[in-house]
């Protein structure tokens, strides 16, 4: 059974940071792919950032580049999203999701499995 849990979220202002992290358990097959998504009330599920276990490069959306920083620690099977100057528009529940169904990565109908989210709350 694959279980995520995210933590980490809280409430920051303008410019601050935060470091989520997720705990992945039960998942051992297939290629280890794991991303962060966001999600603001009435709004879709937006992807943030991928980390592929391959050697490929992370991938950032372009509202995140040089600010957030994902990484891993393989043997935990924990995840972290590092988030530096953080704006107001970057509130929103954060996911963190694991096994990609391959195509486009933030996608969120491209993911199997899903956390139940933190909440990130950025004030001016």
């Known amino acids: 059974q694959v279980h995520l849990v995210e933590s980490g979220g809280g409430s920051v202002q303008a410019g601050g940071s935060l470091r989520l992290s997720c705990a992945v358990s039960?998942?051992?097959?297939?290629?280890?792919?794991l991303s962060w998504f966001r999600e603001v009330p009435g709004e879709e599920r937006e992807g943030v950032a991928v980390?592929?276990?391959?050697?490929?490069?992370?991938e950032y959306r372009d509202f995140v580049k040089g600010r957030f920083i994902i990484s891993q620690i393989k043997d935990n099977n924990t995840l972290y999203l590092e988030m530096n100057s953080l704006k107001p528009e970057d509130t929103a529940m954060y996911y963190c999701?694991?096994?990609?169904?391959?195509?486009?990565?933030?996608?969120?109908?491209?993911?199997?499995?899903w956390g139940q989210g933190t909440q990130v709350t950025v004030s001016s």
């Open positions: 039960g998942y051992t097959s297939g290629k280890y792919s």
């Open positions: 999701a694991a096994r990609w169904r391959g195509g486009t990565w933030y996608d969120k109908e491209r993911w199997i499995y």
């Open positions: 980390i592929y276990d391959l050697g490929d490069s992370p």
